[in-house]
T-cell receptor, first 115, second 116 residues
Framework: QQQVKQSPQSLIVQKGGIPIINCAYE??????FPWYQQFPGKGPALLIA?????SEKKEGRFTISFNKSAKQFSLHIMDSQPGDSATYFC??????????????FGRGTQLTVWP | NAGVMQNPRHLVRRRGQEARLRCSPM?????VYWYRQLPEEGLKFMVY????????ESGMPKERFSAEFPKEGPSILRIQQVVRGDSAAYFC??????????????FGQGTRLTVV
């Protein structure tokens, strides 16, 4: 059972475009929603994260939009650059109970930014 | 401050052999998580350990897989009698002592296991 569903599977944009990656979750008890960036041969690195008490968070060119009632959140990358080409994973975490700290990942979106 | 160190980076094993994957957490971190990433898929939780304790192993296959995090030394993920389906990237993440909701786990670069 996939607790976090991510789309699209792949995305191609021109440099300067605004790719948007969407995620939906099932468990309303999730406390924390991070996005990870992964380059080939590397481990995931935290990009930006949000908690369900806010609807938007912006860090540099990266913005998370969060819709609690729809159980959805999305990542927007402003002014995308070729160096942003990577795989992006959304995730969700429960910060209490027996599964404290466990991350539930989406399947990933492979982003390609053409120069 | 060195990050999470995993070794080996690449491991090739024949079917039926044992695979041992090592993870040294960041300095000061005593919580370790192991995740498995199959091709074209996201990471799947396997096990959560603190020093000398397994806290949550609900993501571990019931057979052939085991994990430990001894008082001294790295955390070890052991896979006995490997099969082709075990081929994957295995990632370790660590977080600090006194983990609370404000802390983040940091990932290592992973071990890519290939079973031939």
């Amino acid at each position: 059972q996939q607790q976090v569903k991510q789309s699209p599977q792949s995305l191609i944009v021109q440099k300067g475009g605004i790719p948007i990656i969407n995620c939906a979750y099932e468990n309303t008890a999730f406390d924390y929603f991070p996005w990870y960036q992964q380059f080939p041969g590397k481990g995931p690195a935290l990009l930006i994260a949000i908690r369900p008490d806010v609807s938007e968070k912006k860090e540099g060119r990266f913005t998370i939009s969060f819709n609690k009632s729809a159980k959805q959140f999305s990542l927007h990358i402003m002014d995308s650059q070729p160096g942003d080409s990577a795989t992006y994973f959304c995730a969700a975490r429960l910060d209490r109970g027996s599964t404290l700290g466990r991350l539930y990942f989406g399947r990933g979106t492979q982003l390609t930014v053409w120069p | 401050n060195a990050g999470v160190m995993q070794n080996p980076r690449h491991l090739v094993r024949r079917r039926g052999q044992e695979a041992r994957l090592r993870c040294s957490p960041m300095k000061g971190h005593s919580h370790v998580y192991w995740y498995r990433q199959l091709p074209e898929e996201g990471l799947k939780f396997m096990v959560y350990l603190q020093k000398e304790n397994i806290i949550d192993e609900s993501g571990m296959p019931k057979e052939r897989f085991s994990a430990e995090f001894p008082k001294e030394g790295p955390s070890i993920l052991r896979i006995q009698q490997v099969v082709r389906g075990d081929s994957a990237a295995y990632f370790c993440a660590s977080s600090p002592v006194g983990f609370d909701i404000r802390t983040e786990a940091f990932f290592g670069q992973g071990t890519r296991l290939t079973v031939v």
